[in-house]
Nanobody, 116 residues
């Protein structure tokens, strides 16, 4: 049974930082591309950042220079370090595991709220 469990969300003031974690089980983590997506109220889910099995990284333009994605294959965990947070970063953040010719696996999401 595949499980992706996100943690680290919460309420933070503008300009603050949070670090999200996504712990995976039930998959061979090292061969999966991992990603973070987010969905704000009444908006579509959007890509935030991805990291491939070979550590090729991609960011949405809106988070470049502020967010950093990383992975620890020994811990089956992907991270999202979020700095200089803005109110428009408020959303539910989801973790995604992808591999060619395999189903996509999503986590349950973690709420991030940026507000003073």
């Amino acid at each position: 049974q595949v499980q992706l469990v996100e943690s680290g969300g919460g309420l933070v003031q503008p300009g603050g930082s949070l670090r999200l974690s996504c712990a995976a089980s039930g998959i061979i983590f090292s061969i999966y591309s991992m990603g973070w997506y987010r969905q704000a109220p009444v908006k579509q889910r959007e890509l935030v950042a991805t990291i491939s099995s070979g550590n090729i990284i991609n960011y949405a333009d809106s988070v470049k220079g502020r967010f950093t994605i990383s992975r620890d294959n020994a811990k089956n965990t992907v991270y999202l370090q979020m700095n200089s947070l803005k109110p428009e970063d408020t959303a539910i953040y989801y973790c995604l595991a992808q591999k060619f010719l395999s189903p996509d696996y999503w986590g349950q999401g973690t709420q991030v709220t940026v507000s003073s």
